[in-house]
């Protein structure tokens, strides 16, 4: 296979288009149409350069080697051979243990250790403390509606973790040299999300898809004799002899394991302050702290795509930004959600927490963003304890519940209002999207005075790069407080504690992931490693 890169066409440009440009690029004039695909497409915004879309296209020739000698040396990077894309793990064969693998959560990072190792053929038993998507749902959308909390419940817990109710943007800046990435993209594709996500260079599936791809998943892990147990939260892990030798669950069940993983999340407090009682080591790490941003979703599309806005061939546009303050503490945009919700994402009862979602159609009228100030563990007290940062997070989401009414409102401001330092009384042209509502305030007397200054300082630096962020009537909502895991659960090579055997910490909580993608990858790396020491017959 032959990949041509860089094939540039103007965002209208006609089908047959690409399809004269690949036979010009080989010089092939009777090249056939099936005989290439678009590995990937990405918009070309550079500064100076017309807007255009970039090709990135994998032609299948019979006389490769003859075409990679006349072309490619001249082609300065455009033409090569296209590397291996294949998941090679799923090759193997394996062996079950004398347990069947046991893994506890059901985000990203659960779902696809337990798909991989259900098509290995080791009939991985999954354990998700909240409900199956379609009730998780109903009881997300009340919340959303009058403020009745489910504390197992929420926009945190249930079937598909963190990412269920999201933007669902699939794409994450890891290396993908094992083609992991990939091969999480196309188990997506396969159950159900949009074809376009295996060549959108920005891929995303919006919540609304995402519900039916996780019902597809869960229906293959079955299909291939793995299990799927909800409502089932993990109350302990049963240790003897400093390994892991099963779990114990709310309901008092036990049951045995040799391999444990535990993909549970950055919100699962009480397995940290368990994982914590039973001295598995755990260490404090950055995290974020700031509030979500609203503008219009048009000014957004005009500042990014000009007199391209609009374009069906676009959707809505995105934006991202970092900027390195004074203090070289970064200020960034976080799970950006082009015509999106800012909605309510806590999983404890009296906290306030901000994150954002959109459908596939991005279609509200609002982007909205993470904006976010990196917080060190030397900027909150005992920061030598892994869980301080954890305590941090909980007194900031207490705070702004109070600030928000007690009711589950979000305290919000504009961002002119915050800019001058003071609050906010009445709202200009942009509507907050926050259900069940808002209060208007002074987002000050919830969030840090660091995080306070450094978010002040970064305005005008962004509105050079992003004109009209800092129009003053912005919302400002918060607390945007989960962006990561404030700690990491150690591991070794193996990828098992490095205190506790057969306990194998996976995804965003336990600190070696961001974001779905990341999480799916990193349950993939996990699962492998499982894998590998599984030897024995099964019960
Ligand atoms: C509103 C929102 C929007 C987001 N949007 C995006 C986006 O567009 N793109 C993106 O890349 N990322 C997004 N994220 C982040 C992304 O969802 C997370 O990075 C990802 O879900 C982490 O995956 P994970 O599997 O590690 O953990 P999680 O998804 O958090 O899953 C952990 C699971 O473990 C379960 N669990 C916890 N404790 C126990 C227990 N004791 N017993 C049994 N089960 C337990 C939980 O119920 C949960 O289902 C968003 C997050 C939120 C909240």
Request: charged fraction near 25%.
């Amino acid at each position: 296979m032959i990949r041509l890169r860089q094939l540039r066409l103007p965002i209208d440009h006609k089908e047959e288009a690409l399809h004269a440009l690949v036979c010009k690029k080989l010089r092939m004039p009777g090249l056939t149409r099936d005989a290439w695909h678009i590995h990937q497409r990405a918009v070309d915004a550079r500064k100076g350069k017309p807007l255009q879309f970039s090709y990135t296209v994998d032609v299948q020739l019979s006389e490769e080697e003859a075409i990679l000698e006349r072309l490619e040396k001249r082609s300065r990077g455009q033409i090569s051979r296209a590397p291996d894309q294949h998941y090679h793990f799923l090759d193997q064969s394996c062996s079950s243990g004398t347990h069947r693998p046991v893994i506890i959560g059901t985000g990203p990072a659960g779902l696809f250790a337990g798909l991989l190792l259900a098509r290995l053929g080791l009939k991985p038993i999954l354990f998700e403390r909240g409900k199956q998507a379609g009730p998780r749902a109903r009881d997300v959308t009340k919340f959303w509606r009058t403020g009745a909390f489910e504390p197992e419940s929420n926009v945190q817990f249930g079937e598909g973790g963190a990412g269920t109710f999201s933007d669902g943007k699939l794409y994450t800046q890891i290396k993908d040299r094992e083609n992991r990435c990939r091969q999480v993209l196309r188990e997506l594709a396969a159950h159900g999300a949009p074809e376009d996500i295996l060549v959108n260079a920005r891929p995303h599936i919006g919540t609304d898809r995402l519900i039916l791809v996780l019902r597809r998943l869960r229906e293959t892990i079955f299909d291939l004799g793995g299990e799927i147990r909800y409502e089932s939260k993990m109350t302990d892990l049963l240790v003897e002899g400093g390994a892991v030798r099963g779990i114990r669950l709310a309901s008092g069940d036990e049951v045995r394991a040799d391999q444990v993983i535990l993909a549970v999340g950055h919100s699962a407090r009480d397995v940290f302050e368990h994982l914590a009682a039973l001295g598995v080591p755990m260490e404090a790490k950055s995290f974020s702290i700031g509030t979500r941003i609203e503008h219009p979703q048009a000014m957004i599309d005009r500042t990014q795509y000009g007199r391209w806005a609009g374009h069906a061939r676009l959707g809505s546009a995105a934006y991202r930004f970092v900027h390195h303050g004074r203090d070289k503490r970064s200020v960034y945009s976080f799970c950006m959600c082009p015509g999106g919700l800012v909605v309510g994402a806590t999983s404890e009862p009296e906290r306030l927490v901000t994150n954002g979602m959109s459908s596939y159609a991005r279609d509200e009228a609002n982007a909205n963003a993470g904006f976010m100030v990196e917080v060190r563990p030397g900027d909150f007290p005992n920061s030598d304890d892994p869980l301080a940062g954890m305590r941090f997070q909980r007194e900031l989401e207490a705070k702004a519940f109070q600030l928000g009414g007690g009711d589950y409102r979000a305290p919000a401001q504009m961002l002119g209002d915050f800019v001058k330092g003071k609050g906010t009384s009445e709202l200009g042209d942009v509507r907050p999207s926050f259900r069940p509502g808002v209060t208007l305030t002074d987002l000050r007397e919830c969030l840090p005075p660091f995080v306070v200054k450094a978010l002040q300082e970064s305005i005008p630096n962004i509105a050079r790069r992003l004109p009209g962020f800092d129009r003053h009537d912005a919302i400002l909502t918060a607390i945007e407080s989960r962006s990561s895991s404030p700690l990491r659960v150690t591991r070794g090579d193996d990828l098992q504690s490095t205190g506790l055997r057969g306990l194998y910490p996976a995804g965003e909580g336990a600190g070696y992931a961001g974001g779905i993608i990341s999480a799916a990858v990193d349950g993939l790396r996990v699962a492998e490693a499982v894998a590998a020491t599984a030897s024995s017959p099964s019960q």
